[in-house]
């Protein structure tokens, strides 16, 4: 079998004496995409942004096509495409400015790079804002402009936190087909997301993540059966697998917050 684009052993973050991420062990395939859902607070944007680098692992080892991130983050982090939750944009440049300021972080200029970038805008119809300041951008436009700098200097790994917030639904459309021809070509996905069915027709594998710990993985049809939910969608097999209060309960309380 392929080697992992992507490999997490015995991963946890510790913050102060709170463990937010307990240890955990996944890989990801060339051509994959891997989805990691997972409650609020379950410790999926702690990961990812181990995953990117941003935060160093307080034990576990990260690997990304064999290069372990620790020892060689520069190298690691040449073959990854992070695409955060919380976008951070340089106001001041323009649309066309700002991706060829992170191409040229990766050392990446010339003919080859600006017509990587012009294909982009023109993919997500940014093209005739390309010289207008990011700061005159909708959420949208600066999320595609993301998503867009993320594939610029053409790594093998795209992490990616909650990837269709704020796109409208030709984007969101876009953005799956780019996701799936990128991972034809050989690329993986690591994304998180709360819209399970967007989940469940993209990734070919899925993690869920609950309390900092992995309690349920595999494709659909393993996640079924180790939920014991045969035919069930993803929403009732998350619901059964992270089970906090029932739903009946939370209508009750629900009704109760809103009285008078
Ligand atoms: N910088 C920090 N300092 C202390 N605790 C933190 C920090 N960042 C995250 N946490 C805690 O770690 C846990 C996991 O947070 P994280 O953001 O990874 O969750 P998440 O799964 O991404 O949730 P969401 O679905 O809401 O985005 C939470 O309990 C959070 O309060
Ligand atoms: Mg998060």
Request: glycine share 12%; with cysteine; charged share 25%.
């Amino acid at each position: 079998m392929a080697e992992p684009v992507l490999s997490l052993a015995g991963v946890v973050k510790r913050y102060g004496g709170f463990t937010a991420v307990k240890g955990i062990d996944l890989e990801v395939r060339p051509g994959e995409i891997f989805g990691f859902l997972g409650p609020n607070g379950a410790g999926k944007t702690t990961t990812i942004r181990m995953v990117a680098g941003i935060l160093k692992p307080s034990a576990g080892t990260i690997r990304v096509a064999g290069t372990d991130l620790a020892t060689a983050p520069g190298e690691a982090k040449r073959r990854i495409g992070y695409i955060p939750d919380r976008p951070f944009l340089y106001e001041k440049l323009s649309g066309a400015e700002f991706l060829r300021f992170v191409a040229a972080l990766w050392g990446r200029e010339g003919p080859e790079v600006e017509d990587r970038i012009h294909r982009f805008l023109v993919l997500f119809s940014l093209g005739d804002w390309k010289d207008e300041l990011i700061e005159s951008y909708s959420h949208g436009m600066r999320q595609k402009l993301l998503i867009s700098s993320a594939f610029i200097h053409d790594p093998d790994l795209i992490v990616v936190d909650e990837p269709m917030v704020g796109l409208d639904p030709r984007s969101a459309r876009l953005l799956k087909d780019l996701f799936r021809s990128f991972t034809g070509r050989g690329g993986a996905i690591f994304l998180s997301t709360h819209t399970l069915e967007v989940a469940e027709a993209l990734c070919d594998r899925i993690a869920i993540l609950s309390g900092g710990e992995v309690i349920a993985a595999g494709t659909m049809e393993e996640l079924r059966a180790q939920a014991d939910a045969g035919g069930a969608h993803l929403e009732e097999i998350f619901l059964k697998v992270t089970s906090g209060p029932e739903m009946a309960d939370l209508v009750g309380a629900l009704h109760g917050a809103l009285e008078e």
